[in-house]
Every structure is written in structure tokens, then in C-alpha cells.
């Protein structure tokens, strides 16, 4: 099976983004739609230690070709960010149980590598040119603060205002997340509005990801 990937412009094609429909966390923006598909074919090898981590690194490896499934236009604030914020045609509600338990075993891989990479960068980030960006533990707490106070309340998960990040608090604010959507998968949750829960593992991967990737890009631990 080849890797199924979305393309996704914003409404005045100032910015697009590539991602894999089967694979939550593998995304990546530019300014044109080639640059973005480029930008997301250089990052197999770094989204491979995911599919190795949840057990799909045979059908990762074998899935060399990409099939373009989609070309669609999103929201606006793809123009802005290069992100995708809007459910694919491919990620309607109800969602197939094997594919969400296979989704959210991604999912959680992708928690667990970005843990990984907190744990080994310094704690100093190199900055931008200006000398802007955040330092290693604000894009963690970032990253876990939308995730928990935003992202969750989707499925009915309300933490307090940095309450994931309270000591010890992280692994069962995961457990809750994860337990909510599959929850909402039986059938036992209110609808959200606009989002699905295809594009909510998604995007809680892609987030988690883009995260880790930028403390690995940032980090000074070599110099």
C-alpha cells in the first residue's frame, strides 16, 4: 500500500501542507504545494522511528510510493501557519475500530518520542536569526497545554489550566485522552462540531511531532 497523502492549500494559495493520511504526525508546509510535498518526503526518515516504535516498521519500509488521494482547499489559517486545520474527505466520522486502535498506537508513539527528545536536548534552544523562539521548556509546556486544554475538550476532556503539567500528572491525563476517543468512537459522546476523530488523532500527532522535531532542530547539546 503506498503512503495516501493530502494536499491541502489555504483559501488564497499562500501556503500548503502534505500529510499522511495513515501515518498521524507525518506533516509538513511550504509555500507551494511541490515544496511541501518535497519538505514531507525528506521526513520519512525521521517519522520512521514511530512506525518502528508502534510495529509497523515492515509495512512502513514497503510503502515507498506516494498516492496523492486528495488536492482540497482548507481553512485560512493554512495560509498563515502551512498546517492543516480541516478533516480530509478520507477522515469523516464513524471511524473503522482497527483503524483507530492502529491510529492511536501511532499516536501515543509519537507522545513517546517526543518525551525522548525533551528528555536529551538542551535546555537552551538556538534561536532565529532575530534571536526569537521559545527555550526547551516552553515548547513543552506549550505542546502539552494545547493539547491537554484544547485538543481534548473535543472528546470531554477538561484539564485544569496546567494541570497536565503537574508532576505525575502527564501519564493519566494521556490515559483519559486516549480512553475519550474511544469513547466517542462507541458512540457515548457528544458529536464536536467541526472537527472528526481522524482529524483529531491527527492533529494531535502532527503537533506533538512538528514540537519534537523543532527541539531536535534547536538543540545546542553538540555545540
Excluded: N
Excluded at 29 to 40: H, I, N, Q, S
Excluded at 130 to 139: A, F, L, S
Excluded at 181 to 196: D, F, H, N
Aim: overall charge negative; aromatic content about 10%.
Amino acid at each position: 500500500m503506498p503512503i495516501r497523502v493530502v494536499l491541502e492549500h489555504g483559501p488564497k494559495a499562500k501556503m500548503s501542507v502534505a500529510y499522511a493520511v495513515d501515518w498521524p504526525g507525518w506533516s509538513r508546509g511550504a509555500k507551494t504545494p511541490e515544496g511541501a510535498l518535497e519538505r514531507f518526503a525528506a521526513y520519512r526518515g525521521r517519522y520512521r522511528p514511530i512506525a518502528v516504535r508502534s510495529g509497523l516498521a515492515e509495512e512502513f519500509d514497503v510503502a515507498t510510493a506516494i498516492d496523492i488521494v486528495e488536492d482540497r482547499v482548507g481553512a485560512g489559517s493554512t495560509d498563515f501557519w502551512g498546517i492543516s486545520f480541516t478533516a480530509s474527505a478520507l477522515e469523516q466520522d464513524p471511524m473503522d475500530a482497527a483503524e483507530l486502535e492502529r491510529k492511536l498506537g501511532l499516536m501515543r508513539s509519537c507522545w513517546a518520542y517526543f518525551d525522548e527528545v525533551a528528555a536529551r536536548v538542551s535546555a537552551e534552544m538556538r534561536k532565529g536569526p532575530r534571536g526569537g523562539g521559545r527555550e526547551r521548556d516552553e515548547i513543552i509546556s506549550h505542546t502539552i497545554r494545547v493539547e491537554s486544554e484544547d485538543f481534548a475538550k473535543k472528546v470531554g476532556v477538561c484539564m485544569p489550566e496546567g494541570g497536565a503539567l503537574a508532576p505525575g500528572a502527564l501519564a493519566g491525563y494521556r490515559s483519559a485522552y486516549v480512553e475519550a476517543i474511544r469513547a466517542y468512537q462507541r458512540g457515548e459522546l457528544k458529536p464536536m462540531r467541526s472537527w472528526t476523530l481522524g482529524f483529531l488523532v491527527r492533529h494531535t500527532g502532527f503537533h506533538t511531532m512538528d514540537h519534537a522535531w523543532e527541539m531536535e532542530d534547536k538543540d545546542l547539546t553538540a555545540s
